[in-house]
């Protein structure tokens, strides 16, 4: 107390000049656990594409990315956790393809059906990580409901493709949730085919050829923007 009796105010530190500012500490601490998260990412996508799921240790994980287990097991439950957020950026780095082929000019449902059929394929082709992890252990490992039953999967894609073309004139009315089941099994097929093939390129141009004379019987009507893929392109 001071002369008066009454209390003496403690004097507390300030924010400022008193080190780091609370706002500032937490956004480095959520930096931070954003890069501990992504150099884990970054190495399960290289291990489980360089030896597949089976065959990779989560040690080898953490080794790579210079990181403990125990910053592996505060982000992931375990190893299947992890391949499948690894698994998810895959896929959506595909759609991402997808959307930037298909905002390069106004394309109809038909085509949209047909660019999403060649970036699959080309990615199935050309990219061994998402061929071997989404292709060959994803269905494995997660299951094929684990895509399909996805709002954002490929059946419920390729039906509204379809009714787009329909309503476009391109396509001829038909029953179109069997079609679109149908179609994405095709595509799954032609993909799978792709990623096991010795020679992904060669495979990926005969698939080609097959969808293309597949796809001339389903009652389409193209114009010069909406013919299927050539075998040669």
């Known amino acids: 107390m001071n002369q008066a009796g009454t209390p003496q105010q403690v004097a507390r530190p300030t924010d400022e000049g008193d080190g780091e500012r609370p706002d500032t500490t937490r ?3 959520a930096a931070h656990v954003a890069d501990t998260r992504q150099a884990l990412l970054a190495a399960a996508r290289e291990v489980f594409a360089d030896q597949g799921f089976q065959a990779t240790r989560t040690e080898e994980i953490v080794r790579r990315a210079g990181l403990t287990r125990g910053a592996l097991y505060h982000h992931f ?11 998810e950026d895959l ?10 082929r298909s905002e390069e000019r106004h394309r109809s449902g038909w085509e949209l059906f047909v660019a999403n059929s060649e970036v699959y394929l080309e990615a199935a082709s050309t990219n061994p990580a998402y061929r071997q992890i989404v292709l060959i252990d994803g269905p494995a490992v997660l299951g094929w409901n684990s895509l399909s039953q996805r ?3 490929p059946t419920h894609q390729i039906m509204g493709y379809l009714r787009d073309a329909v309503d476009e004139g391109v396509l001829e009315p038909q029953p179109l949730e069997p079609l679109a089941h149908l179609l994405s ?6 993909a799978l085919y792709v990623a096991h093939a010795d020679d992904p390129e060669v495979a990926r141009r005969e698939v080609a050829e097959c969808n293309e004379r597949f ?14 893929p050539s075998a040669h392109r």
Do not use: I, N
Request: hydrophobic share 30%; aromatic share 4%; charged share 30%.
């Open 27 to 29: 956004g480095l601490r």
């Open 77 to 87: 439950r375990d190893k299947e956790d992890l391949f499948r957020a690894v698994y």
């Open 91 to 100: 896929t959506h780095e595909v759609a991402r393809s997808l959307r930037r």
């Open 151 to 153: 709002s954002d999967g």
């Open 215 to 228: 796809l001339s019987g389903l009652g389409v009507h193209p114009t010069d923007r909406t013919q299927p």
């Open 185 to 190: 099994a095709l595509g799954t097929g032609a």
